[in-house]
T-cell receptor, first 113, second 114 residues
Framework: GDSVTQMEGPVTLSEEAFLTINCTYTATGYPSLFWYVQYPGEGLQLLLKATKADDKGSNKGFEATYRKETTSFHLEKGSVQVSDSAVYFCALSDSGANSKLTFGKGITLSVRP | DAGVTQSPTHLIKTRGQHVTLRCSPISGHKSVSWYQQVLGQGPQFIFQYYEKEERGRGNFPDRFSARQFPNYSSELNVNALLLGDSALYLC?????????????FGQGTRLTVV
């Protein structure tokens, strides 16, 4: 079945550092790929998405590119802020008409001032 | 505009009891999905409903059931609660069930089974 694997955490960075969070997936067909963020005490929010190979999703300075050849969707940000501290989930949605989301385990990012 | 609302926000139940969780989707959204998020893990798909019909079911025992009402709100029921059912239960709404459709999540119901 479909699965998403995220790098182990947690990750602690200093403000303005470069961020990379790795995500790889296994799926049949042509899934859509997502990054969701969960801030402390809040629900899941869609951060960005990509629906086909070589698409780049971007939002709030975060970027991720859909790499079919490496089945990856790594999240990057050039300069993190304290306000980016949250839990980040990589997810995929299969290509069926009734598509559920399959999530990775999530990774906690803490950004120090 | 109101987002996805879930109730209650927290509850504590005893093993063997049953529980009903409720979700109201965003106005105009016809699809509701339920996810279970155990501490330290990503959300796991439980059910999807669209236009009051079950459209998908995850790998959960029959103790879990759900339904969707004519106003598109939804209930998740869990019978014979186990300690392992302790989790954050998330509801997501979307306009359709289609691929890549943006799903909006509620803040969840934190269930603790003691």
């Amino acid at each position: 079945g479909d699965s998403v694997t995220q790098m182990e955490g947690p990750v602690t960075l200093s403000e303005e550092a470069f961020l990379t969070i790795n995500c790889t997936y296994t799926a049949t067909g042509y899934p859509s790929l997502f990054w969701y963020v969960q801030y402390p005490g809040e629900g899941l929010q869609l951060l960005l998405k990509a629906t086909k190979a070589d698409d780049k999703g971007s939002n709030k300075g975060f970027e991720a590119t859909y790499r079919k050849e490496t089945t990856s969707f790594h999240l990057e940000k050039g300069s993190v802020q304290v306000s980016d501290s949250a839990v980040y989930f990589c997810a995929l949605s299969d290509s069926g008409a009734n598509s559920k989301l399959t999530f990775g385990k999530g990774i906690t990012l803490s950004v120090r001032p | 505009d109101a987002g996805v609302t879930q109730s209650p926000t927290h509850l504590i139940k005893t093993r063997g009891q049953h529980v009903t969780l409720r979700c109201s989707p965003i106005s105009g959204h016809k699809s509701v999905s339920w996810y279970q998020q155990v501490l330290g893990q990503g959300p796991q798909f439980i059910f999807q409903y669209y236009e009051k019909e079950e459209r998908g079911r995850g790998n959960f025992p029959d103790r879990f059931s759900a339904r969707q009402f004519p106003n598109y709100s939804s209930e998740l029921n869990v019978n014979a609660l186990l300690l392992g059912d302790s989790a954050l239960y998330l509801c997501a709404s979307s306009f359709t069930t289609g691929q890549g459709e943006k799903a909006f999540f509620g803040q969840g119901t934190r269930l603790t089974v003691v």
